[in-house]
Nanobody, 122 residues
Framework: VQLQASGGGSVQPGGSLRLSCAAS????????IGWFRQAPGKKREGVSF????????SYANSVKGRFTISRDHAKNSVYLQMHSLKPEDTAVYYC????????????????WGQGTQVTVSS
């Protein structure tokens, strides 16, 4: 397994979770990292992206102001901090590494993690 996503779970609306994406065989510093999610019966959608060198980030409109992507270079990890979670955030979340020309589009990514389930329900 080259990318490992973890940190999912079940929370109530308004709660928080932090997802982690770690790599064991290559440095994430050399790749753009995207977080994607897929809810049952829906297409996979881009959530957030972190550029590897210039520090820029991008977010889907649906998560702006609630989610934050960040990197820990020492731990070779990328995190997705999620606050004010809503039931519509329920999905399997994936991290991916690559050099996409359109960061929130799930093509041109070289590596994918296995996904971690996030469930937001009262």
């Amino acid at each position: 397994v080259q990318l490992q996503a973890s940190g999912g779970g079940s929370v109530q609306p308004g709660g928080s979770l932090r997802l982690s994406c770690a790599a064991s065989e290559f440095s994430l510093d050399n790749y753009g990292i995207g977080w994607f999610r897929q809810a049952p019966g829906k297409k996979r959608e881009g959530v957030s992206f972190s550029h590897p060198s210039d520090g820029t980030t991008s977010y889907a409109n649906s998560v702006k102001g609630r989610f934050t992507i960040s990197r820990d270079h020492a731990k070779n990890s990328v995190y997705l901090q999620m606050h004010s979670l809503k039931p519509e955030d329920t999905a399997v979340y994936y991290c991916a590494a690559g050099w996409p020309s359109i960061p929130l589009l799930d093509v041109e990514y070289e590596f994918w993690g296995q996904g971690t389930q996030v469930t937001v329900s009262s």
